[in-house]
């Protein structure tokens, strides 16, 4: 089936570091989100991509679409402590129902006050 | 608003038995789905029901699993007899058009 490469698998930064975290799939994708899952919770929604090419932002967070609509990548600047958590990317590629999404294997970021 | 819930939100069992999940969607969303993630592994789409319809199922892993939505309103993922590899966290959520999901906690489920 169809898999994400999600990397990297964790990191362990300073508060006020930048971060960068990237997917990657074999297949193209013509949706990309990203979502945040702090412990003991389920993973909210931070940012959705619907254009290959696309930049957007949301506060500290930046997501982009790759133009091959194969990739994407988070950033989130000046890292705080409540950062910490596991970061998915998810697709969701032509034909596939709304909804059935594929996930990567998760980022996990710890921050260091 | 209440968000999804899920209950129960740990559940230890013993291979063999049976175990009953739930989940409660948001009110007014017709589309609930449900997802299991496997420790250290993705999280995985099991189904995705329409009110009270199946509309995809592709990813359940077995018949060992039976998920129902009678009435359209909350849903039930049973497994019997459970495995050990069906341990992980089992997510529901739930969308009122089908683009933006809302997760519940999840359901930590470990068979001994």
Known sequence: GQQLNQSPQSMFIQEGEDVSMNCTSSSIFNTWLWYKQDPGEGPVLLIALYKAGELT?????????????????????????????????????????QGNLIFGKGTKLSVKP | EAGVTQFPSHS????????????????????????????????????HFVKESKQDESGMPNNRFLAERTGGTYSTLKVQPAELEDSGVYFCASSPKGEKLFFGSGTQLSVL
């Not at chain 2, 409660?24 to 995985?44: A, T």
């Open chain 1, 57 to 97: 932002s949301n506060g500290r967070l930046t997501a982009q679409f790759g133009i091959t609509r194969k990739d994407s990548f988070l950033n989130i600047s000046a890292s705080i402590p409540s950062d910490v958590g596991i970061y998915f990317c998810a697709g969701r590629n032509y034909g596939g129902s």
């Open chain 2, 12 to 47: 230890v069992i013993e291979k063999g038995q049976t175990v009953t999940l739930r989940c409660d969607p948001i009110s007014g969303h017709d589309n609930l789905y449900w997802y299991r993630r496997v420790m250290g592994k993705e999280i995985k789409f099991l189904l």
